[in-house]
């Protein structure tokens, strides 16, 4: 068949690195720390992918902006005591090189501070394997487009033939937002349900289920 999308872009947290119990826990750390109202596992899990100011406002409505530093100052210092352990999620190394082998262009979109993005992708040993990559502090963070459009902008590639695959509904959103298609993975912080409500090329529930639809539809 022939090849449908030249550029594949994944967001990091929950669609490539099983990294989302530990960013929620550490949210939930962080307010707990400043005396707020500790958020439920699901709404500290909603934010992920988000910027830093969208992410506090959710997950601490009552706080008052000037300590949104604070708030992400404790919850940094929990994330990083432990994210050494975190790993991908099982398959995605492989996949990722079949990928490259197969002549597409990887790019990531996330969340994550470039900082942040540099050391995970060290710890991995995945420096190197994406052509480009675009972090939350470099611009307008998810859901706006602008992450996607440029990441696009730097490969030359055409939003038809450009593919974000995602755990968050702000992954789908950005891709709707810079009129790429979408493909969404429901093993990381999102659920389903919302997921699908944002029309996704398909909804998949596995690494293997992932690598079975690039190989036949990407």
Known sequence: MPRRFRFLVFDWDGTLADSTALISESLRAACRDLGEPVPSEEEARFVIGLGLVDA???VAPGLAPSRYGDL???YRD??????DAIVLF????????????????LGIATGKSRAGLERALAQ???AGRFAVTRCADEGMPKPHPQMLLRLMAAV?????ETLMIGDTTHDLALARGAGASALAVTYGAHATTGLAELEPLATIDSVAELRAWLAAYA
Do not use: K, N
């Open 90 to 105: 099982a398959g995605i190394r492989e996949m990722l090189v079949e990928l490259e082998a197969a002549g597409f262009v």
């Open 78 to 83: 929990h994330y990083l005591a432990r994210d």
């Open 156 to 160: 030359d590639a055409h939003p038809r």
């Open 72 to 74: 992400a100052l404790r």
């Open 124 to 126: 991995q040993g995945l």
């Open 56 to 58: 506090m406002r959710h």
